[in-house]
């Protein structure tokens, strides 16, 4: 059975740093490309970041570049969203999940459906 737990999110200033993580079982973690997303209320879900299942390419939205940064530790099975210098817009639930394709425009695409209940990150202005 796979699961995944996404942990670290909390109430931070802007400004603030926060680090999320997304633990996964019950599946070959570094077979898969992963994926960060996030949901505001009243909004669409929006890709934030992708790394590819070799740790060569990633993928951040505009709206992140530069502030967040993706990484994973295989031998933990655990993937991590560095954010810095969040903004109140960066206020939502995010989310990880696994994916099967991977392009530099659009990220990664084809997801497994694997979902965690998500952590919430709130950033006050």
């Known amino acids: 059975q796979v699961q995944v737990v996404e942990s670290g999110g909390g109430l931070v200033q802007t400004g603030g740093s926060l680090r999320l993580s997304c633990t996964a079982s019950?599946?070959?973690?570094?077979?898969?490309?992963w994926v960060w997303f996030r949901q505001a209320p009243g909004k669409e879900r929006e890709e934030i970041s992708c790394l590819t299942s070799d740790n060569a390419d990633t993928y951040y939205a505009a709206s992140v570049k530069g502030r967040f940064t993706v990484s994973r530790d295989v031998a933990k099975n655990t993937l991590y969203l560095e954010m810095n210098n969040l903004k109140p817009e960066d206020t939502a639930m995010y989310y990880c999940?696994?994916?099967?394709?991977?392009?530099?425009?659009?990220?990664?695409?084809?997801?497994?459906?694997?979902w965690g209940q998500g952590t919430q990150v709130t950033v006050s202005s």
């Open positions: 999940t696994a994916a099967h394709h991977f392009t530099e425009n659009r990220g990664c695409t084809q997801l497994s459906g694997f």
């Open positions: 019950g599946l070959r973690f570094g077979s898969y490309h």
